[in-house]
């Protein structure tokens, strides 16, 4: 057990990692987003992906370089040690790296001999040499450098299997060189690593396990003289332990632990660093965010809004079941448990829903308290005067939708617009008389109704007739698709009256099905950003149609663009 107060590191790696899950795919703009949301939350670390072997990547890190400023996290570009035979400062990957402009690079080395041998097809001498030659060019070029220890825990059991096939083999002591896994690790301490982890890559170790693994490599690099270089730890879910694991090896040394968002990530996922931080931070005497205990209990109320945010930007709804920040995290339903609650919460609660920016609820729903309405409107610049009975009703409002399907944690310009609505001082930029959409097929002549080898050639259009600057206006829009053919319309008749439409560009366009269970008769709910070159805002639509749900996304988002560029309604 530990003794006092002590730091661990929260290390991010939703960005990378986390990307490697099914269905989650995140744009540069999306990486930008996440990175601010994990920055403002107090992670350490923030690994961003693999400049070089992914153009994304390396489009992030060179927008990131003019367009990200951080103010508690450092930015990671993870990468691999040179390649076999080759010396790392000829290794296009490791210059790659380098010219990512990262202050901080992460390079994931093989320390399972069985890897070194079947996967790298290299002998145990050059792997250790690819690890020290990558992490001393890394250092020469001013970087920060850790090293993940693929396979460690692996490593570690096919080393005390082949010590005592030999100590069985020879009636004896076989130990005579520490397990590579403590080798590979050493070496890269040695040649100036900061950091090394242990990974758990298959997920499959018990925490007891990884505990043990963990104590060995501290005591290993403590022996060498190599105190100064920190223990991390990287596991997975695939066990269900990977939390629990990482506890485990905080306890037995590490002061590092790596983890995703949400428990993004390949298989059944990574860690999930949200749990460990709330863990770390209200259950024990660890300390993970930075700051006085004041801070970070202020920073630790952004937990749930941090999970709703990235999950949305993502596309994929956090679980409700997810501990501390989900929706039903602190959900009672009537009965024995209901009655406690009314009595007193702490009965059937393990901690205040509050410290996690989390809410009590008797009825599965996303709740916001009046304070978390006025800061919000403080964020956007709104003063509402601390008027209780204004803030009251936002609240009901935001609770009435909410459960209707809307996202305002997702969709900060349709906030803005429902609490001018409260207050009166919403503006009429527009009114719409009707719209519509429709899309065919138009099979070329003489040729199948399905191609063989290609789609059918669709059509889509979309007629929109408002009212603006005192004048009726009838527009026709041509498009990709029938919401693309709206916004064509809708932006071609609202440019007349305001040319500042012309700098709005949709960027993103999100679509889930609420209640999948309903079929075709599902409530869909729509989630688009939209920027006019400086600022970007994101609006959310909900209905029995797409395109329904997609109208109103756009004819908010454009609102909000009016609104947040100064103009009045003419």
Same mark, same amino acid.
């Given at each position: 057990?530990?003794a006092?107060?002590?730091?661990?590191?929260?290390y991010d790696?939703?960005?990378?990692?986390?990307?490697?899950?099914?269905?989650?795919s995140?744009?540069?703009?999306?990486?930008?987003?996440?990175?601010?949301?994990?920055?403002d939350?107090?992670v350490a670390y923030?690994?961003?992906?693999?400049?070089?072997a992914?153009?994304?990547?390396?489009?992030?890190?060179?927008?990131?370089?003019?367009?990200l400023?951080?103010?508690?996290?450092?930015?990671?570009?993870?990468?691999?040690?040179?390649r076999?035979?080759?010396?790392a400062?000829?290794?296009?990957q490791?210059?790659?790296l380098?010219?990512?402009g990262?202050p901080?690079?992460?390079?994931?080395?093989?320390?399972?001999?069985?890897?070194?041998?079947?996967a790298?097809?290299?002998t145990?001498?050059?792997?250790l %040499?690819?690890?020290?030659?990558?992490?001393?060019?890394?250092r020469?070029?001013?970087r920060?450098?850790?090293?993940?220890?693929e396979?460690?825990?692996?490593g570690?059991?096919?080393?005390?299997?082949?010590a005592?096939? %030999?100590a069985?083999?020879?009636a004896?002591?076989?130990?005579t060189?520490?397990?590579y896994?403590?080798a590979v690790?050493?070496?890269?301490?040695?040649?100036g690593?900061?950091?090394?982890?242990?990974?758990?890559?298959?997920?499959g170790t018990?925490?007891?396990?990884?505990?043990?693994?963990?104590?060995?490599?501290?005591?290993?690099?403590?022996?060498?003289g190599?105190?100064?270089?920190?223990v991390?730890i990287?596991?997975?879910?695939?066990?269900?332990?990977?939390?629990?694991?990482?506890l485990?090896?905080?306890?037995?040394?590490a002061r590092?632990?790596?983890?995703?968002?949400?428990?993004?990530?390949?298989?059944?996922?990574n860690a999930?660093?949200?749990?460990?931080?709330?863990?770390?931070?209200i259950?024990?005497d660890?300390?993970?965010?930075?700051?006085?205990?004041?801070e970070r209990?202020?920073?630790?109320?952004?937990l749930?809004?941090?999970s709703?945010?990235?999950?949305?930007?993502?596309n994929?709804?956090? =679980?409700?079941?997810?501990?501390?920040?989900?929706t039903?995290?602190?959900?009672h339903?009537a009965?024995?448990?209901? =009655?406690a609650?009314?009595?007193?919460?702490?009965?059937?609660?393990?901690?205040?829903?509050?410290?996690v920016?989390?809410?009590?609820t008797?009825?599965?729903?996303e709740?916001?308290?009046?304070?978390?309405?006025?800061?919000k409107? %403080?964020?956007?610049?709104i003063?509402?005067?601390?008027?209780?009975?204004?803030?009251?009703?936002v609240?009901?409002?935001?609770?009435?939708?909410e459960?209707?399907?809307?996202?305002?944690?997702?969709?900060?310009?349709?906030?803005?617009?429902?609490?001018?609505?409260?207050?009166?001082?919403l503006?009429?930029?527009?009114?719409?008389?009707?719209?519509?959409?429709?899309?065919?097929a138009?099979?070329?002549?003489?040729?199948?109704?399905?191609?063989?080898d290609?789609?059918?050639?669709?059509?889509?259009?979309a007629?929109v007739?408002?009212w603006?600057?005192?004048?009726?206006?009838?527009?026709?829009?041509?498009g990709?698709?029938?919401?693309?053919a709206?916004d064509?319309?809708?932006?071609?008749a609202?440019?007349?009256?305001?040319?500042?439409?012309?700098?709005?560009e949709?960027?993103?366009?999100?679509v889930?099905?609420?209640?999948?269970?309903?079929?075709?008769r599902?409530?869909?709910?729509v989630?688009i950003?939209?920027?006019d070159g400086e600022r970007?805002?994101?609006?959310?639509?909900?209905?029995t149609?797409?395109?329904?749900?997609?109208?109103?996304?756009?004819?908010?988002?454009h609102t909000?663009?009016?609104?947040?560029?100064?103009?009045?309604?003419?």
């Amino acid at each position: 057990m530990h003794a006092g107060v002590q730091h661990v590191q929260a290390y991010d790696t939703t960005l990378r990692d986390g990307a490697q899950q099914q269905s989650v795919s995140f744009t540069v703009a999306d990486k930008l987003a996440v990175a601010r949301l994990l920055d403002d939350l107090g992670v350490a670390y923030i690994e961003a992906g693999w400049p070089g072997a992914i153009p994304k990547d390396t489009e992030f890190f060179a927008r990131a370089a003019t367009e990200l400023t951080l103010r508690t996290a450092k930015l990671v570009a993870f990468g691999a040690t040179c390649r076999a035979g080759v010396r790392a400062d000829d290794d296009a990957q490791v210059r790659a790296l380098i010219d990512s402009g990262a202050p901080v690079v992460t390079i994931v080395a093989k320390s399972d001999p069985v890897h070194v041998e079947r996967a790298l097809r290299t002998t145990r001498e050059e792997n250790l %040499r690819m690890v020290r030659d990558t992490v001393q060019v890394l250092r020469g070029a001013g970087r920060e450098v850790m090293v993940d220890l693929e396979h460690f825990f692996d490593g570690l059991r096919h080393a005390a299997d082949s010590a005592a096939a %030999r100590a069985d083999a020879q009636a004896g002591d076989a130990a005579t060189e520490p397990p590579y896994p403590l080798a590979v690790a050493a070496e890269a301490a040695r040649a100036g690593a900061v950091a090394v982890v242990a990974c758990d890559t298959n997920g499959g170790t018990l925490p007891p396990a990884v505990a043990a693994g963990v104590t060995a490599l501290r005591q290993a690099l403590d022996a060498a003289g190599l105190e100064k270089c920190t223990v991390g730890i990287h596991t997975h879910d695939d066990s269900g332990c990977a939390v629990a694991a990482a506890l485990s090896a905080v306890e037995a040394g590490a002061r590092q632990v790596q983890g995703c968002v949400n428990g993004f990530g390949e298989r059944t996922g990574n860690a999930n660093l949200l749990t460990m931080i709330a863990n770390l931070e209200i259950k024990t005497d660890w300390t993970v965010l930075p700051g006085d205990a004041g801070e970070r209990a202020e920073r630790l109320t952004e937990l749930s809004a941090v999970s709703r945010a990235i999950g949305a930007i993502a596309n994929r709804a956090p =679980s409700g079941r997810q501990p501390y920040v989900g929706t039903k995290a602190f959900a009672h339903k009537a009965g024995l448990h209901a =009655s406690a609650i009314r009595v007193d919460p702490d009965l059937y609660q393990h901690i205040d829903p509050a410290r996690v920016g989390n809410t009590m609820t008797m009825l599965v729903s996303e709740m916001a308290g009046r304070a978390s309405i006025e800061l919000k409107a %403080r964020e956007l610049g709104i003063d509402t005067g601390g008027d209780g009975e204004l803030l009251g009703q936002v609240t009901e409002a935001v609770k009435a939708r909410e459960a209707r399907g809307y996202a305002y944690d997702a969709a900060d310009g349709s906030f803005e617009l429902l609490l001018r609505q409260a207050r009166g001082d919403l503006p009429e930029y527009f009114r719409v008389e009707s719209w519509r959409a429709s899309i065919q097929a138009r099979p070329v002549p003489g040729e199948q109704l399905l191609p063989v080898d290609g789609e059918i050639p669709t059509e889509a259009e979309a007629t929109v007739r408002l009212w603006a600057g005192g004048k009726r206006y009838a527009t026709l829009g041509e498009g990709n698709g029938p919401v693309n053919a709206l916004d064509h319309a809708l932006c071609g008749a609202l440019a007349q009256v305001y040319p500042e439409i012309s700098s709005f560009e949709l960027t993103d366009y999100k679509v889930r099905i609420l209640d999948s269970e309903r079929g075709t008769r599902a409530i869909v709910r729509v989630l688009i950003d939209i920027t006019d070159g400086e600022r970007t805002w994101s609006t959310v639509g909900v209905g029995t149609d797409i395109i329904e749900a997609s109208w109103e996304a756009l004819t908010d988002g454009h609102t909000v663009g009016l609104i947040r560029q100064g103009v009045h309604p003419r």
